[in-house]
């Protein structure tokens, strides 16, 4: 039944993603996912969930593979070991700063990948803009997502 609620919160998540835009930018709701995926399950399946979104979104864009598949494996992957271990008591300041964190390190290895294996997609400062905006949009998720143990 898990797998089944995953799949179809997949599928909300890349049929939303093309369709909401803030001045013609979307929010990367792929990584909000990933996110959640680390943040509930813990580092081995939140990799796991981060790189097989990550490569399904690396299909989806006709580009080259790989550079969705590691940015939001290493979301996935963090989300979980920095943000839901001992160290940081979790409060929903913690979840917005870690999500647009988080948005930011994706898009930065997205970014860069595909410039060094591909073309570079655009100018460094668009793609600031863009990134910075993502993480905005993308930080009132931090509100809502929260490790299982939280109190």
């Not at 509930?40 to 580009?63: C, K, N, P, W, Y």
């Not at 001992?86 to 948005?103: C, D, H, K, Q, Y």
């Not at 898009?107 to 460094?124: E, H, M, Q, T, W």
Request: include cysteine; hydrophobic fraction near 55%; glycine fraction near 10%.
């Amino acid at each position: 039944m898990k797998y089944l609620q995953w799949a179809a919160a997949a599928f909300l998540v890349f049929f939303l993603q093309g369709r909401i835009s803030v001045l013609d930018i979307t929010p990367d709701l792929t990584a909000v996912l990933a996110f959640c995926a680390g943040i509930r399950h813990g580092e081995t399946r939140g990799l796991f969930a981060g790189m097989v979104i990550g490569g399904l979104q690396d299909s989806m864009s006709l580009s080259i593979i790989g550079p969705n598949l590691l940015g939001k494996g290493m979301v996935g992957y963090f989300s979980s070991s920095f943000l839901s271990g001992g160290i940081l008591r979790w409060t929903p300041v913690l979840g917005i700063v870690a999500v647009s964190l988080l948005t930011l390190v994706d898009n930065a290895v997205v970014y860069f990948a595909r410039g060094l294996f591909d073309k570079i997609p655009a100018s460094l400062s668009t793609a600031l803009f863009v990134s910075v905006m993502q993480a905005i949009l993308n930080a009132p998720a931090g509100l809502c997502i929260r490790p299982p143990h939280a109190d």
